[in-house]
């Protein structure tokens, strides 16, 4: 199975959203399912086959996630950060203010999906491949 070394491993050739679908391929290839990344502090798990679960630590102090939802803003502030104008810290930024808890990513269906704090779906999207 796969390791949170392998993955951040990476991740560290992640330097925008631009980068994303390349990430996506390279922790595919090592066996993950899917993932799901909490933008409170950024940790994530993990999830492969036969009920493999890992998780990462904690990447920043926490973030308080707005109990309101600003889809069009976050829309706004997510495709600026696929086009690559922000960093990673500045996304989860914009995530906890518009309301936004985690996404959960499938890579059996190369969809990312994000929701709120009342676990809505609030933006589906499918990745590049």
């Not at 994530?44 to 679960?53: A, C, P």
């Not at 779906?121 to 590049?128: G, H």
Request: net charge negative; charged share 30%.
């Amino acid at each position: 199975m796969f390791t949170v070394s392998q993955i951040k491993e990476a991740h560290s050739k992640v330097k925008s959203g631009a980068d994303f679908p390349k990430y996506i391929q390279e922790i595919k290839s090592f066996g993950v399912l899917g993932f799901t990344t909490w933008v409170k502090d950024s940790h994530t798990d993990y999830l492969g086959e036969n009920d493999f679960k890992t998780s990462s630590e904690s990447v920043y102090e926490d973030l308080e996630i707005s109990e309101t939802l600003n889809l069009e803003k976050f829309t706004q502030q997510l495709k600026a950060h696929q086009r690559g104008e922000t960093d990673y810290y500045t996304f989860c930024k914009d995530c906890a203010e518009n309301g936004v808890e985690k996404w959960v990513v499938c890579l059996e269906k190369m969809t990312c999906i994000y929701y709120d704090k009342a676990e809505n779906e609030v933006l589906v999207e499918e990745i590049p491949h």
